[in-house]
C-alpha cells in the first residue's frame, strides 16, 4: 500500500509540471545566454558591436583563465578578468552585487585578491623569476 502512494505522488508531481509547462512555464535551456537568440543579442559594450564583445568576453574567460590557472602572466590576465567581471556586474546585472550579481561580485573579489598578493611561488611567474 505505501508502494501505491509513493507512486500517486510521483504521478501527481509528474502530471503539475507537464501542467505548467503548458500553461506557458518557465523555459529551460542548456545554450549560453549569447547563443540562444544569436550573437546579436549579446551586450554591445562601449559600441564595439555584439561579435567583439563576445570575442572579448571569450577570450578573457576562457584564455585568461588558463593563464591564471597556469600562472603565467598572472598579474596582467587578473586585470583582464576583473575587468571583464566589473562590466558584467555593471551592465548585465545594474550593479546589483547582492542579488544577481553576486556570483561576479565573488569572482571580482578573488581577482582583486589575487591581483594584491601576486602570483606565488608554485606558479610559472613565480620559478620564471618574473
Same mark, same amino acid.
Request: proline share 3%.
Given at each position: 500500500?505505501?508502494?501505491?502512494?509513493?507512486?500517486?505522488?510521483?504521478?501527481?508531481?509528474?502530471?503539475?509540471?507537464?501542467?505548467?509547462?503548458?500553461?506557458?512555464?518557465?523555459?529551460?535551456?542548456?545554450?549560453?545566454?549569447?547563443?540562444?537568440? !544569436?550573437?546579436?543579442?549579446?551586450?554591445? /559594450?562601449?559600441?564595439?558591436?555584439?561579435?567583439?564583445?563576445?570575442?572579448?568576453? $571569450?577570450?578573457?574567460? /576562457?584564455?585568461?583563465?588558463?593563464?591564471?590557472?597556469? !600562472?603565467?602572466?598572472?598579474?596582467?590576465?587578473?586585470? $583582464?578578468?576583473?575587468?571583464?567581471?566589473?562590466?558584467?556586474?555593471?551592465?548585465?546585472?545594474?550593479?546589483?552585487?547582492?542579488?544577481?550579481?553576486?556570483?561576479?561580485?565573488?569572482?571580482?573579489?578573488?581577482?582583486?585578491?589575487?591581483?594584491?598578493?601576486?602570483? !606565488?611561488?608554485?606558479?610559472?611567474?613565480?620559478?620564471?623569476?618574473?
Amino acid at each position: 500500500a505505501a508502494a501505491g502512494g509513493s507512486s500517486n505522488i510521483h504521478q501527481d508531481q509528474h502530471s503539475s509540471i507537464r501542467k505548467s509547462k503548458k500553461k506557458g512555464g518557465t523555459k529551460a535551456s542548456n545554450k549560453p545566454p549569447s547563443t540562444i537568440n !544569436g550573437i546579436e543579442d549579446f551586450m554591445n /559594450f562601449l559600441g564595439l558591436g555584439p561579435t567583439l564583445s563576445l570575442g572579448l568576453v $571569450v577570450f578573457a574567460e /576562457f584564455f585568461c583563465s588558463v593563464f591564471l590557472i597556469l !600562472g603565467l602572466f598572472t598579474r596582467v590576465v587578473v586585470v $583582464v578578468l576583473a575587468i571583464a567581471m566589473l562590466v558584467a556586474i555593471l551592465k548585465a546585472h545594474n550593479g546589483d552585487i547582492f542579488g544577481d550579481g553576486e556570483h561576479g561580485s565573488l569572482f571580482l573579489a578573488g581577482y582583486l585578491a589575487i591581483l594584491l598578493v601576486g602570483p !606565488g611561488k608554485a606558479s610559472l611567474d613565480g620559478i620564471l623569476g618574473k
